[in-house]
């Protein structure tokens, strides 16, 4: 299974089958957590809470035994960090079969915070469960999808664009390809707020806001979409073989009232 065919497979799970992770998927985990980074160089740290021993429960999931929380400290690029972090561990956790989903808000947060060990200066923008998916979604998840429209997605040609934003980028081959791994990331309520602008072999990543999204506990929440398009992007690269630079550097362009610039990876070669 290609990477594209992994993230388009991948959905949010919140209906478990109840069984706690073998030894080995615990194992497996582990080890991606141990090796995880993003191009920020922001320290993200990551804990695993047993749900019953916590005392952790979120209205919207069924059948969980385990959970993640991810910590980051509160500076710039932090949100983006942890999005591309977090994103890593969730995709890789959907190849050994595991099920996650984003939480930011459904859920008692002090209980979690506490339990995650958070400390002053630090953020634990989300968490997730890591269970088995059950062969059945429950209604409620069944309608939470239909709600936030989980399995549609924008057309490219209102995310890529080429040379000025509004120009649709007609890309092709494994870039073509590229792009549609991000087109499928997962965001905040399916808003998908990533706009890429391709100039030359660069592609400037700016953020498209909506209210709502900005919060003391999370950050901004559209930042860590951010994080999740650029963890993607990075992806589809590496599975290709080509190489890149990752770069925070303005590229002269004043962006509309609402957007505003992330990151910028170029192309090699």
């Keep these: 299974m290609t990477l594209l065919d992994t993230i388009k497979a991948r959905r949010s799970v919140r209906t478990f089958d109840g069984r706690k992770l073998t030894g080995e998927d615990m194992k497996r985990i582990q080890e991606c957590i141990d090796d995880l980074s993003n191009p920020y160089d922001i320290p993200v740290s990551f804990v695993l809470m047993d749900a019953e021993k916590n005392h952790l429960s979120s209205p919207v999931l069924n059948g969980e035994k385990l959970y993640i929380a991810g910590k980051v400290p509160k500076v710039p ?51 997730s469960p890591l269970g088995y998916p059950a062969k059945k979604m429950s209604l409620r998840e069944t309608m939470m999808r239909k709600g936030v429209g989980a399995d549609k997605r924008k057309a490219s040609a209102d995310l890529f664009f080429d040379g000025v934003m509004g120009r649709p980028l007609n890309a092709e081959g494994d870039m073509a390809e590229i792009l549609e791994m991000v087109r499928w990331a997962p965001s905040a309520v399916n808003k998908q707020p990533w706009r890429i602008l391709k100039l030359e072999n660069a592609y400037h990543f700016f953020e498209k806001k909506d209210k709502g999204y900005i919060s003391d506990a999370v950050g901004d929440m559209q930042k860590i979409d951010m994080g999740i398009a650029l963890c993607h992007f990075v992806m589809g690269l590496e599975e290709k073989g080509m190489s890149y630079e990752f770069a925070l550097a303005d590229p002269g362009i004043v962006p509309a009232a609402d957007e505003e610039y992330i990151a910028t990876i170029i192309v090699e070669g």
């Design 77 to 127: 690029h932090a949100e983006e960090a942890f999005g591309y972090a977090f994103e890593r561990l969730v995709i890789y956790a959907w190849t050994l079969g595991i099920g996650t989903t984003w939480i930011g808000g459904t859920m008692k947060r002090e209980v979690f915070e506490t339990a995650a060990g958070l400390a002053e200066g630090e953020r634990m923008p989300c968490m």
